[in-house]
């Protein structure tokens, strides 16, 4: 068997690859450049080639094109550590086999190359993506990485996708991005929020009306599937369509046909369609508020995008974004953020989702005092000190809207960011170590008030887990170096992300 090319300018990836496919009895041949992996195609070819996508002197993608020039079908998987849903797309509209986020946990990437070889060994080409222009979007979070990918893998489908997620998501954005990304691109995406229009106008809004058609009615007027010809019709909060509706929508969706509202001649209807909703639609479907029958019309594919709360360690790269974001809107300088605000930011769980974040960094450009922003300078409502410490130990959450600001956080109390997994280690740097021991203090008094069951061994579960966590973060998840900063054997990390499930 030919051996696996291993493309990258850091040398230890390289070196972990070697010895990880060694263990495996894989032969590899690693290169540092673009150039030296494309001199070398002109002699030979690999079983597989794994490449980074941004290196000095030529890029990941662009040797993918070589590649698929001069050996059609070889699987290339392109390495990244600009977790973004411009180089999934790149990578899949290049062809890729796969597409690798980095950090990435070693034996998952020797598992992807197996697979990538078996493929190379059965002799199937892998598939062709065509995308457009990318929307921005970002995420380095697993759950994100799935959304880009198949994002990707529909760039070539026409088919019906239901959204579904929390609102603030960004599930229009999603939208928008399918769109771009598929053989309508070049024609429109019209928008329709059904939960915004009044049950008495929404039929006008979807199929247009003829003159006459009822009061005020002076003109005839398209409707949105007219105005969404060989485009896109995004129907946001679809699980809020008045019922009578839904069969009007199920006939269009079944027939391809529609009816102005008072017309008499049918109107031919060549849009796809795209549902997002925030509700549970299923549930929906079982009180008899949603058409079983629309539901399975709608659900063909089916996406879920996260609650920012499930992908935190986003919520660094977002913060950044959004500011810079903001600072180009305003025409000021984008304003920084300390390491401390990022992390106690990480540890909030933002109701309002990403929505919220966007709306926090709009604040900030304007209100923050300085331009390195810390965490005094959040909004009161986000800085424990100033929430008031006897509501946070209660376990209550400031009031507000949440969705459309900041006082709908309930920013957390020391001891929650302290316990949980997902920002134990951040929140020690970001509070002062008294703040830290009463705030776990609060838990355990909590746990014990609702007659937790194993109080010592849960809170020692969450504590390592959030230790190790942060550890493997910091060394962008090499266990042998996270286990030599901790002070414990190999064997013990191991052990541990094992029995904690914390295998990225």
Same mark, same amino acid.
């Given at each position: 068997?030919?051996?696996?090319?291993?493309?990258?300018?850091?040398?230890?990836?390289?070196?972990?690859? =070697?010895?990880?496919?060694?263990?495996?009895?894989?032969?590899?041949?690693?290169?540092?450049?673009?150039?030296?992996? @494309?001199?070398? !195609?002109?002699?030979?070819?690999?079983?597989?080639?794994?490449?980074?996508?941004?290196?000095?002197?030529?890029?990941?993608? /662009?040797?993918?094109?070589?590649?698929?020039?001069?050996?059609?079908?070889?699987?290339?998987?392109?390495?990244?550590?600009?977790?973004?849903?411009? @180089?999934?797309?790149?990578?899949?509209?290049?062809?890729?086999? /796969?597409?690798?986020?980095?950090?990435?946990?070693?034996?998952?990437?020797?598992? !992807?190359?197996?697979?990538?070889?078996?493929? @190379?060994?059965?002799?199937?080409?892998?598939?062709?993506?065509?995308?457009?222009?990318?929307?921005?979007?970002?995420?380095?979070?697993?759950?994100?990485?799935?959304?880009?990918?198949?994002?990707?893998?529909?760039?070539?489908?026409?088919?019906?996708?239901?959204?579904?997620?929390?609102?603030?998501?960004?599930?229009?954005?999603?939208?928008?991005?399918?769109?771009?990304?598929?053989?309508?691109?070049?024609?429109?995406?019209?928008?329709?929020?059904?939960?915004?229009?009044?049950?008495?106008?929404?039929? %006008?809004?979807?199929?247009?009306?003829?003159?006459?058609?009822?009061?005020?009615?002076?003109?005839?007027?398209?409707?949105?599937?007219?105005?969404?010809?060989?485009?896109?019709?995004?129907? #946001?909060?679809?699980?809020?369509?008045? *019922?009578?509706?839904?069969?009007?929508?199920?006939?269009?969706? %079944?027939?391809?046909? *529609?009816?102005?509202?008072?017309?008499?001649?049918?109107?031919?209807?060549?849009?796809?369609?795209?549902?997002?909703?925030?509700?549970?639609?299923?549930?929906?479907?079982?009180?008899?508020?949603?058409?079983?029958?629309?539901?399975?019309?709608?659900?063909?594919?089916?996406?879920?995008?996260?609650?920012?709360?499930?992908? @935190?360690? #986003?919520?660094?790269?977002?913060?950044?974004?959004?500011?810079?974001?903001?600072?180009?809107?305003?025409?000021?300088?984008?304003?920084?953020?300390?390491? =401390?605000?990022?992390?106690?930011?990480?540890?909030?769980?933002?109701?309002?989702?990403?929505?919220?974040?966007?709306? !926090?960094?709009?604040?900030?450009?304007?209100?923050?005092?300085?331009?390195?922003?810390?965490?005094?300078?959040?909004?009161?409502?986000?800085?424990?000190?100033?929430?008031?410490?006897?509501?946070?130990?209660?376990?209550?959450?400031?009031?507000?809207?949440?969705?459309?600001?900041?006082?709908?956080?309930?920013?957390?109390?020391?001891?929650?960011?302290?316990?949980?997994?997902?920002?134990?280690?951040?929140?020690?740097?970001?509070?002062?170590? %008294?703040?830290?021991?009463?705030?776990?203090?609060?838990?355990?008094?909590?746990?014990?008030?609702?007659?937790?069951?194993?109080?010592?061994?849960?809170?020692?579960?969450?504590?390592?887990?959030?230790?190790?966590?942060?550890?493997?973060?910091?060394?962008?998840?090499?266990?042998?170096?996270?286990?030599?900063? !901790?002070?414990?054997?190999?064997?013990?990390?191991?052990?541990?992300?094992?029995?904690?499930?914390?295998?990225?």
């Amino acid at each position: 068997m030919k051996p696996i090319w291993i493309v990258d300018d850091d040398q230890s990836i390289r070196w972990v690859l =070697e010895k990880a496919l060694a263990r495996e009895n894989f032969a590899t041949r690693s290169f540092a450049n673009v150039r030296e992996a @494309s001199a070398a !195609l002109e002699h030979e070819s690999p079983q597989v080639l794994v490449s980074d996508i941004r290196m000095p002197g030529g890029s990941g993608l /662009e040797l993918l094109q070589t590649v698929r020039d001069k050996v059609p079908g070889l699987p290339v998987i392109i390495m990244t550590a600009f977790s973004d849903l411009d @180089s999934a797309v790149a990578a899949f509209q290049g062809g890729a086999f /796969e597409y690798l986020a980095k950090p990435f946990d070693v034996d998952k990437a020797v598992e !992807l190359i197996r697979r990538a070889v078996d493929e @190379s060994m059965r002799g199937e080409q892998t598939w062709d993506d065509r995308v457009a222009e990318a929307p921005e979007m970002l995420g380095q979070a697993p759950a994100m990485q799935d959304m880009f990918r198949a994002i990707g893998r529909l760039s070539h489908s026409a088919a019906t996708v239901l959204i579904t997620g929390e609102s603030g998501t960004g599930k229009e954005l999603v939208a928008r991005a399918l769109h771009r990304h598929s053989p309508r691109a070049n024609g429109p995406f019209i928008a329709l929020n059904t939960a915004a229009i009044p049950k008495d106008l929404l039929e %006008s809004e979807l199929f247009g009306h003829e003159r006459g058609a009822f009061t005020g009615a002076q003109a005839m007027r398209q409707g949105r599937f007219e105005q969404a010809e060989n485009g896109t019709l995004f129907l #946001d909060e679809i699980g809020d369509m008045p *019922f009578d509706l839904q069969t009007r929508l199920l006939r269009v969706l %079944s027939d391809g046909q *529609f009816y102005r509202v008072g017309g008499h001649n049918p109107l031919r209807a060549n849009v796809r369609v795209i549902a997002a909703t925030h509700q549970n639609l299923e549930s929906r479907v079982r009180q008899g508020l949603f058409r079983e029958d629309l539901y399975h019309r709608l659900n063909v594919i089916r996406l879920r995008l996260p609650a920012l709360r499930e992908r @935190s360690e #986003d919520i660094p790269l977002l913060t950044r974004h959004f500011l810079q974001k903001s600072a180009r809107d305003l025409g000021v300088e984008p304003k920084r953020v300390s390491e =401390e605000a990022l992390a106690y930011l990480a540890s909030l769980p933002f109701p309002g989702n990403v929505r919220q974040l966007e709306n !926090l960094a709009n604040w900030l450009t304007v209100m923050a005092p300085a331009q390195t922003i810390e965490s005094k300078d959040l909004p009161p409502d986000l800085v424990p000190a100033q929430a008031g410490v006897n509501d946070l130990a209660s376990g209550g959450a400031v009031a507000g809207t949440g969705d459309e600001g900041f006082g709908g956080v309930a920013p957390g109390n020391a001891a929650n960011a302290a316990v949980h997994p997902a920002g134990a280690a951040s929140m020690a740097v970001a509070t002062a170590v %008294s703040a830290w021991e009463g705030g776990l203090r609060t838990e355990v008094a909590r746990m014990l008030r609702e007659n937790a069951a194993d109080v010592m061994d849960e809170l020692a579960r969450r504590f390592e887990a959030a230790v190790i966590r942060e550890a493997l973060d910091f060394t962008r998840g090499r266990k042998v170096e996270a286990a030599e900063r !901790l002070g414990i054997g190999r064997n013990t990390i191991t052990r541990k992300i094992q029995e904690l499930n914390l295998e990225p």
